[in-house]
């Protein structure tokens, strides 16, 4: 099968990279140094991250607020220009087609970031729903790089001064050494840091301009994994499907007040009965965090096990947690089975693995807020 390649392919062999198939793409898994050693230099320093595999679309015209918000349960009316918003594209079910962010470039114009894997179902389900004079737009072969880590603000803010001051969820318009970028104080690890949308040609010399800085290096998807893991965020395909609530998620807080039940602008997209149901009634199972009680990782796929050995749940994500020296997991487990501190197993190759059911995130979020 014939894999895409990224604006940075070159670089990233130059680099030494291990490169893997992900969502159609050859994508760095790691580099040199290997996962752990990447995780922690993001935690400590700054980690710069090709993601240029993401869809990149430009959604515009007559009453686009409108459409948009009939496909997703965000409060758009509100949402200020250059702000960002988590958003789900939800299904008739109340499941979830994607994740995404969008951000607000005009009264009437919208840019947004999809999962790679999704992009394309994504890009025919909402030209699918646009009316007359609306379009949606493709920025095929965009470079996308995520700088992530405490010294992102830094090391950015030192090339260019105008992004020192973003917060969480906003972007600007700017320029490096004459090229322009679309940067926003955004990203997927849990750290401070800025995602940066450049031309596909110019996306090599912002990558080499960033990784001359003595605090940045180059990292892989392992360590984006394992980071976006301890930050207790969810993955398209893991944590997010087309059969999983965003209530059984535990994103109830990306449902807008106003698209709520009682809200100025309650329901109207797809799935809003189920999700209004949910979120008054609750759900029959439910995300959480899980430590595992010795070293030994446990795996998306292994069952979840109470006391007398039934089966309760699924775990949909696990890793080696670099920050706090342990293995961790999320699963989805029978409601009964929620509560932080309750003991439970996972079935690794039939020997129950103790687990106990922790707090989420493991590693505290440190997005800038101003």
Request: glycine share 12%.
């Amino acid at each position: 099968m014939s894999l895409n390649h990224t604006p940075l392919d070159a670089l990233h062999r130059e680099l030494g990279a291990r490169m893997v198939p992900f969502a159609g793409y050859d994508m760095p898994v790691q580099y040199s140094d290997g996962i752990i050693a990447e995780h922690r230099h993001t935690r400590g320093l700054a980690g710069l991250f090709d993601v240029s595999h993401m869809g990149q679309f430009i959604l515009e015209g007559p009453e686009i607020t409108a459409t948009l918000e009939s496909l997703v349960p965000v409060d758009l009316e509100a949402l200020g220009e250059h702000r960002q918003s988590y958003a789900l594209l939800t299904n008739d079910e109340g499941g979830v087609r994607d994740d995404l962010i969008i951000t607000r470039w005009g009264p009437e114009q919208f840019f947004l970031v999809v999962n790679a894997s999704c992009k394309t179902e994504d890009r025919a389900w909402i030209e699918s729903q646009l009316l007359s004079g609306q379009s949606l737009r493709e920025l095929d072969g965009q470079g996308l790089l995520a700088l992530q880590g405490p010294r992102a603000r830094t090391v950015l803010g030192s090339l260019i001064p105008e992004v020192a001051d973003l917060v969480f969820l906003q972007g600007l318009h700017c320029e490096l050494d004459g090229i322009p970028l679309y940067v926003t104080c955004s990203g997927y690890t849990g750290e401070d840091g800025y995602e940066l949308s450049v031309a596909g040609e110019h996306a090599d010399a912002i990558a080499r301009r960033l990784l001359g800085h003595s605090d940045v290096a180059a990292i892989g998807l392992g360590a984006r994994d394992s980071l976006r893991l301890e930050s207790g965020l969810c993955l398209y395909g893991h944590e997010l499907s087309p059969l999983i609530s965003p209530i059984e998620a535990k994103l109830n807080w990306s449902i807008s007040k106003s698209r709520r039940p009682g809200g100025a602008r309650a329901g109207g997209y797809p799935g809003s009965e189920r999700i209004a149901r949910e979120l008054s009634e609750g759900t029959s199972r439910a995300r959480v965090g899980m430590r595992v009680l010795g070293k030994r990782p446990v795996r998306e796929g292994q069952d979840v096990l109470n006391a007398s050995g039934d089966v309760v749940g699924v775990v949909t994500s696990g890793a080696y947690a670099a920050t706090v020296d342990a293995p961790i997991a999320m699963a989805f487990v029978d409601s009964a089975y929620t509560a932080l501190d309750t003991e439970l197993s996972v079935d690794v190759r039939g020997k129950a693995l103790p687990v106990v059911v922790c707090k989420l995130p493991v590693v505290p979020q440190r997005y800038y807020r101003g």
